[in-house]
């Protein structure tokens, strides 16, 4: 079974000062850094690397998986 980014993506988010906003469609969440007023929607079956840099990208990081 494939391994995914979630937990990391989540982890570097927290630490770039996002916080967990809401739930939105299906599995998906709000993420809301609130310094910033930057949104990121995160998948909660995150199995795709460019997915993750993609997000990573929107929320400012230059972390790549």
Do not use: C, D
Request: no cysteine; aromatic share 10%.
């Amino acid at each position: 079974m494939p391994v995914g980014f979630y937990k990391e993506l989540v982890k570097e988010l927290s630490n770039l000062g996002f916080a967990y906003e809401r739930q939105a469609k299906g599995s998906h969440e709000q993420w809301l850094n609130a310094h910033s007023q930057v949104s990121v929607t995160v998948p909660r079956n995150l199995y795709s690397r460019h997915t993750a840099n993609g997000i990573l990208k929107k929320a400012g990081s230059t972390k790549k998986f």
